[in-house]
C-alpha cells in the first residue's frame, strides 16, 4: 500500500531564514505522482507542485524548490528566505489508484510552519 | 476564477444527530471525491464519485455515513448519527477526469466544512 512520511509536525522559523520540509513515500508503482499542497489557516488545500516518478530534475518556483530522489523515495521542498505568508500546514501528497481504477491521493499527516517576524 | 463549493463551512452538533454537508464541483467536472481530515492529520478519502457512480467508497463507514450524487453534478454527505470520533474537516474536491494526476494534475479542493460534534 502507498504512504507518505512526514517526519517533521511543527516547524518555527523567523522571517528570513530558510526552510525544508522532508517528505519520504512508499509505493509499488512503476509511475506515480508526488504532490505538495498548502493549507492555510482558512482550510482549502492549495496546490504547489506535481511531479512525475520519471523526472528527477529539481524544479525552482521563486523561493519555492523541490529536490526529488528516487533512491531515497524523498520529495523535499524548501523554502528559501521565509515569509510570514508561508506560514501554513503543508502536505505531501502520492498518487495512488482507487478500488475503481482512477486515482486519489494519499496524504502524509502534515507540517505546520510558523514563520514568525 | 471557478470554485468548489462547500456547505456550511463550519457545524457543530450534539451526538447522535444527523449532519449533512454539500458540494458543489467545478462546472463539467465529472470526478468528485469527499476526503475526511482529523485534526492533526493528513486528509483520507471517503468516497469518489465518477459522475452519478460511486466508483470508491471502501474507506466509508456505511453504518453511518451515506453520500449521493444524484444528477452527477453536486454531491451531499450525510453522517447519522454523529459520533465525537466524527468530528473533522469534510473536504470535497473535484477533477475533469477520474486519472487527473497524469493527464492534468489538476485537483480542485473546497475549503472543506469543519464540524464539531459535542
Known amino acids: 500500500a502507498q504512504k507518505v512520511t512526514q517526519a517533521q509536525t511543527e516547524i518555527s522559523v523567523v522571517e528570513k531564514e530558510d526552510v525544508t520540509l522532508d517528505c519520504v513515500y512508499e509505493?509499488?508503482?512503476?509511475?506515480?505522482?508526488l504532490f505538495w499542497y498548502k493549507q492555510p489557516p482558512s482550510g482549502e488545500l492549495v496546490f504547489l507542485i506535481r511531479r512525475n516518478s520519471f523526472d528527477e530534475q529539481n524544479e525552482i518556483s521563486g523561493r519555492y524548490s523541490w529536490n526529488f530522489q528516487k533512491s531515497t523515495s524523498s520529495f523535499n521542498f524548501t523554502i528559501t528566505a521565509s515569509q510570514v505568508v508561508d506560514s501554513a500546514v503543508y502536505f505531501c501528497?502520492?498518487?495512488?489508484?482507487?478500488?475503481?481504477?482512477?486515482?486519489?491521493?494519499?496524504f502524509g499527516k502534515g507540517m505546520k510552519l510558523t514563520v514568525n517576524p | 476564477e471557478a470554485e468548489v463549493a462547500q456547505s456550511p463551512r463550519y457545524k457543530i452538533t450534539e451526538k447522535s444527530q444527523a449532519v449533512a454537508f454539500w458540494c458543489d464541483p467545478i462546472?463539467?467536472?465529472?470526478?468528485l471525491y469527499w476526503y475526511r481530515q482529523i485534526l492533526g492529520q493528513g486528509p483520507e478519502l471517503l468516497v469518489q464519485f465518477q459522475d452519478e457512480s460511486v466508483v470508491d467508497d471502501s474507506q466509508l463507514p456505511k453504518d453511518r455515513f451515506s453520500a449521493e450524487r444524484l444528477k452527477g453534478v453536486d454531491s451531499t454527505l450525510k453522517i447519522q448519527p454523529a459520533e465525537l470520533g466524527d468530528s473533522a474537516m469534510y473536504l470535497c474536491?473535484?477533477?475533469?477526469?477520474?486519472?487527473?494526476?497524469?493527464?492534468?494534475?489538476?485537483?480542485?479542493f473546497g475549503e472543506g466544512s469543519r464540524l464539531t460534534v459535542l
Open positions: 462546472s463539467g467536472h465529472a470526478t
Open positions: 474536491a473535484s477533477s475533469l477526469d477520474p486519472m487527473w494526476a497524469i493527464n492534468t494534475g489538476e485537483l480542485f
Open positions: 509505493t509499488r508503482d512503476t509511475t506515480y505522482y
Open positions: 501528497a502520492l498518487s495512488a489508484l482507487t478500488q475503481g481504477g482512477s486515482e486519489k491521493l494519499v
